[in-house]
């Protein structure tokens, strides 16, 4: 099966009008921090779903709020994310779980909180750094003049190596992957 991201564009379409809905992705949020794999009742995503959408503690959801939540999961959100493979519905058996077209759509989960800087802008600006220091090198500039082709070269290297870790531990941090509550809320 090609993904849908693969095909063409009415499907791209479609994609992007399935993930417009805030239930939607709080839905895949919650079943990604569950874990690939794992199947959970609709119940308990509706139960879930109803405390962040009432801002409410997962004890305090009342019948009629997760009743509301598990019609409108039922018969709308789950059967269309099922329609594109991002999550598996039983609708017999009253179970979802991520789909195999998951790790596909990854790329549309990342999340990139208000205050944090694009990390295009962080490498340029890394990039940038490294240019002065190594002109400045050349040019003979205290203290840089101590630096010479190689040691230049291994501290970019070095900088380079620890940044690029940090970018991905904060972003695998960043990913939906936790069960807590969604960015967006």
Do not use: C
């Not at 220091?133 to 630096?147: C, D, E, I, R």
């Not at 010479?148 to 070269?153: L, P, R, V």
């Amino acid at each position: 099966m090609q993904s849908a991201v693969e095909t063409d564009a009415v499907e791209t379409d479609e994609l992007f009008e399935t993930l417009s809905n805030r239930r939607r992705r709080h839905a895949i949020h919650y079943l990604v921090g569950v874990g690939d794999g794992e199947t959970v009742a609709i119940g308990e995503l509706a139960e879930q779903l109803a405390a962040w959408e009432n801002d409410v503690e997962l004890s305090a959801v009342s019948a009629r709020q997760r009743k509301r939540l598990y019609t409108a999961l039922h018969q709308t959100h789950l059967p269309k994310l099922d329609r594109l493979d991002i999550v598996d519905y039983d609708s017999a058996r009253g179970t979802v779980a991520v789909g195999a077209e998951m790790p596909a759509f990854d790329v549309y989960f990342d999340v990139i909180a208000g205050d944090d800087v694009p990390w295009s802008q962080f490498y340029l600006g890394f990039a940038l750094v490294s240019l002065l220091v190594v002109a400045a090198s050349g040019l003979g500039v205290p203290p840089f003049v101590v630096l010479d082709g190689y040691t230049g070269a291994w501290l970019v290297a070095g900088g380079l190596l620890v940044v690029a870790s940090v970018h991905i531990v904060h972003s695998r941090q960043r990913r939906l992957r936790v069960v807590d509550s969604p960015p967006e809320r």
